[in-house]
């Protein structure tokens, strides 16, 4: 059974970040610019209510100082002790244009990047709280940003524009771009052709070996792309994920491998994927290695547009392709156990959680690994995921 964590918010839970290690605290951010840091246990240390009352779109913490949380709301990035909620230490001014979206640091810690509703991209050095470059691509919002693990000066963005840009920090221009249009396309359904949601990227997350990078998009797909030697981009792909349009990918670096990925969309399901038995990464760095690709349709966020009714079977494709299944009858209520064994063509575990994602999250929680669920309730729900 999932176990719903209560009394941090009175309002919608619309982020939730660990700060990595089996024993590190855990915070959310909800609508009202609520701010709540949890124990491992889920217990709620301590909550806050930001000024201005603009809803808490990300929270992060710095690796490079644990004891500090970064959350942003509106257009402002608030640092917090999160063992001392009382108001923030800090307000980063000037790093957003429009409401921002997403946070992300590097792995020294030196840098954030923050993503924002003009569609920039804005280089903030954390010592001086200076925003240090600002990144221009993006025709729509950027709803997604992350520094690749092991590249510091590397970076990788996502947005409703249908583009995924690599970005290398000492250069203006990205170094490459991915139009996620052009792996979309119409599907047969009953005879007759139907065209998938638009390519919208909601959330793009990269492995812990920094080379594979998968991004959650509208038309219901999980973008799979890998990068070689000098940034070349050498694989891309798209695999099934969601019946209604996809908003969260995650990597998991806890598990056996690095290409362990976990995905949310708007039609309730998480899914756990191995990348490796998708035929990610490939073998060589020419990009010969396995380019077989499924079409899958998932979900966006709750604050986009609802998407269009998934072509007839959609939902049953998924569920044949062999995948372990639990079903969650409600909010919080569900078991994550699997019960066949998984194939290469679908995911390893997947649950349905029946109510509107907002963010996926996953963390080792006293040591098991787990995921955690933010939807439409005040609450986090979390699950413990079986040895896998």
Not at 22 to 32: N, Q, T, Y
Not at 332 to 339: L, N, R
Request: glycine share 12%.
């Amino acid at each position: 059974m999932a176990t719903a964590w209560s009394g941090g918010h009175s309002a919608p839970v619309l982020c939730v970040q660990a700060a990595g290690g089996g024993e590190g605290l855990l915070a959310s951010g909800a609508e009202r610019g609520e701010v709540a840091v949890w124990s491992q246990d889920g217990t709620p240390i301590a909550r806050l209510r930001l000024p201005g009352d603009e809803d808490v779109t990300c929270t992060a913490f710095c690796p490079a100082a644990p004891g500090l949380l970064y959350t942003s709301h509106g257009e402002v990035v608030s640092v917090l002790d999160p063992r001392s909620l009382k108001e923030p230490v800090e307000s980063l001014s000037g790093v957003g244009e429009d409401e921002i979206n997403t946070l992300s640091f590097n792995d020294t810690g030196t840098m954030m990047a923050t993503g924002d509703d003009s569609g920039a991209v804005r280089i903030v050095e954390i010592q001086s709280g200076k925003v240090v470059r600002t990144l221009r691509r993006h025709t729509n919002i950027c709803s997604s940003v992350a520094f690749r693990p092991q590249r510091p000066q590397s970076l990788v963005s996502a947005g409703l524009d249908m583009q995924v840009l690599l970005w290398n920090l000492q250069k203006t221009r990205p170094v490459w771009a991915v139009g996620l249009q052009e792996e979309a396309g119409p599907v047969e359904s009953e005879g007759r052709s139907q065209l998938f949601n638009p390519a919208l990227a909601h959330c793009v997350g990269v492995s812990a070996c920094g080379d594979v990078m998968a991004c959650a998009a509208e038309d219901g797909q999980l973008h799979l792309m890998r990068v070689g030697a000098g940034s070349r981009l050498v694989h891309r792909g798209a695999i099934k994920a969601h019946s209604q349009g996809a908003s969260q990918a995650h990597f998991l670096p806890f598990l056996s491998h690095p290409y362990w990925l976990v995905s949310g969309g708007n039609d309730g399901v998480v899914a756990l994927w191995d990348l490796s038995a998708q035929g990610l990464p490939p073998q060589d760095e020419s990009g010969h290695g396995s380019r077989r690709r499924t079409r899958g349709k998932g979900k966006a966020r709750a604050r986009h547009p609802q998407p269009t009714a998934p072509p007839a079977g959609a939902e049953g494709e998924v569920r044949d392709s062999g995948a372990r299944e639990a079903v969650c009858e409600g909010s919080c209520e569900g078991v994550c156990e699997p019960s066949e064994p998984a194939v290469k063509t679908g995911p390893a575990l997947r649950f349905t959680h029946t109510q509107k994602l907002n963010w996926v999250c996953p963390a080792l929680l006293q040591g098991r690994p787990s995921i955690l669920v933010a939807d439409g309730s005040a609450s986090v729900c979390v699950y413990a995921l079986p040895a896998l």
